[in-house]
């Protein structure tokens, strides 16, 4: 009401100045507000320019995924600033502006909910494509084709790829889609004809190219009917996006873990999806029905040696190829064996918990000049710990972090085998957690960016870097 808004029935209703004009604006609250934003609409749709920061019913797009911490939206007078913001960004032709891709938002959803998996945008033309079913409701497309004559396509799906370049404003309906496409006419023709029923429309937004997927089909009187399909690249760049920034480097680097239980096994598996191209692993146990609540590999894999578990469940995520993993049946005891697995890879992990390999690997590293990374659990599980073995730069080593009082909450204590060393209490979650630190470690050595020269102690579920 301070900024000139009033009530009517359910609706704030009110203009904002920007750029030498006035746009009257609409402002509605949800059921779930405060923890859904208002929307925000021009009262003459036409008022504003479209573009990708209005939604397909022209309301403004006020509040990105990643800005709602705080519920800021709560306080009248900070939402209209923040309207005004944006009513001159828009003025302006949204100035460097990010790119999002987001086309579907603009389509209705088609009634087949399957996942449409298609290969990298950047080899696509306008060319005849065709799906097949896949495993877990997926259709993939498996290369070119056109539906038969005879009209029996069973439970291929037919499509056309087109590509309609960069798109400035966002398509609101299949009318303005056709504009941009090349050869429209003869699309539409396919389309009423029923030869396809999947429309994927490669476009770019500056540097960066995705993929409309839609389901068409003909209407009554010539009209095409589109509806959005929810649709994924197989491609590699697709699939390792997520990885983070120093994927691409981390792609020449090679890693040897030596011991492939708890913590070396989970070591791996955050690796090898975080982008290392090489990995050696290095045990001489097998995977026993107790070790699975705390090891990467369940029981189906019981049984195997736990090198040859863990390279299998590595190779079928995809996040790196069966070559690209090495895998040793042995206990590492002798320097000579160190030394040559150091001239071979860039970093020698130790997840063995065993403080004569940690001795061994300790010495070795210091004699020859290189650093390894050890890395264990401590106290009951209580705490973790991680040594960069010598530490970088003349760096004091981290203090001892045994607490001998730690055995006074364990009043059961079940042993396996071995010489009087029980079952470690240890959480899975911690073992877990323990990996990440591992891992994050690993990769600031690999990349020259140590995340502290010494390495880190932590109780478990408490970050503390010492």
């Known amino acids: 009401m301070r900024n000139g808004f009033f009530l009517e029935g359910s609706v704030w209703v009110g203009s904002i100045e920007h750029g030498g004009t006035t746009t009257q604006l609409e402002i509605r609250l949800s059921d779930p507000f405060p923890f859904q934003p208002p929307t925000v609409r021009p009262v003459d749709l036409d008022s504003l320019p479209y573009s990708w920061h209005r939604e397909r019913d022209g309301s403004l797009c006020l509040v990105a995924q990643d800005d709602h911490e705080g519920l800021w939206w709560k306080h009248g ?24 891709l987001d086309l579907e938002r603009y389509f209705d959803q088609a009634h087949d909910r399957r996942l449409y ?17 896949g495993s877990n409701d997926t259709m993939v497309m498996k290369g070119h084709g056109r539906k038969p004559k005879n009209g029996r396509a069973g439970k291929t799906v037919y499509g056309l790829t087109v590509d309609v370049g960069e798109i400035a404003v966002p398509p609101r309906t299949w009318e303005d889609l056709a504009k941009m496409m090349p050869n429209s006419g003869q699309v539409i023709n396919l389309i009423v004809a029923q030869e396809i029923r999947v429309l994927l429309v490669a476009y770019r937004r500056g ?29 590699g760049e697709a699939r390792t996006r997520r990885a983070g920034t120093t994927f691409s480097e981390l792609q020449t680097k090679s890693v040897a873990i030596i011991g492939v239980g708890a913590i070396g096994s989970f070591t791996a598996d955050a690796l090898a999806r975080a982008g290392v191209g090489r990995l050696t692993l290095i045990d001489n146990d097998i995977l026993k029905p107790g070790n699975t609540i705390r090891h990467l590999a369940g029981p189906r894999y019981i049984g195997l040696p736990k090198v040859e578990a863990v390279r299998q469940i590595i190779a079928a995520s995809g996040t790196m190829v069966e070559g690209k993993i090495e895998t040793g049946r042995y206990d590492l005891r002798k320097g000579a064996e160190v030394m040559s697995l150091l001239e071979d890879v860039d970093l020698i992990i130790n997840a063995t918990a065993d403080f004569s390999v940690t001795a061994l690997l300790k010495a070795v590293a210091r004699a020859s000049g290189a650093h390894v990374l050890s890395s ?11 040594d960069i073995l010598p530490p970088l730069g003349g760096a004091a080593p981290l ?43 690993a990769v600031g050595l690999l990349t020259g960016a140590p995340v ?15």
């Open 77 to 100: 007078e900070s939402f209209v600033d923040h309207i005004h913001a944006w009513l001159m960004e828009s003025d302006t032709g949204w100035a460097g502006d990010r790119t999002d």
């Open 117 to 133: 998996l298609y290969p990298d945008p950047a080899e696509f033309s306008s060319t005849y494509v065709r799906f097949v079913p």
């Open 207 to 235: 540097e960066h190219q995705a993929v409309l997927a839609l389901e068409v089909g003909g209407v009554p009187g010539g009209g095409v009917l589109a509806r959005g399909l929810q649709s994924s690249s197989t491609s």
């Open 376 to 386: 264990a659990i401590q106290n009951r599980g209580r705490t973790i710990r991680i």
């Open 399 to 441: 203090p001892s972090s045994h607490n001998d009082a730690s055995n006074e909450f364990l009043d059961v204590e079940f042993f396996e085998s071995g010489c009087g060393s029980p079952v470690s209490p240890t959480a899975p979650y911690t073992t877990i957690e323990a990996a990440a630190v591992t891992a994050r470690h």
């Open 452 to 466: 502290s020269p010494s390495g880190e102690v932590r109780q478990a579920g408490n970050v503390g870097i010492s």
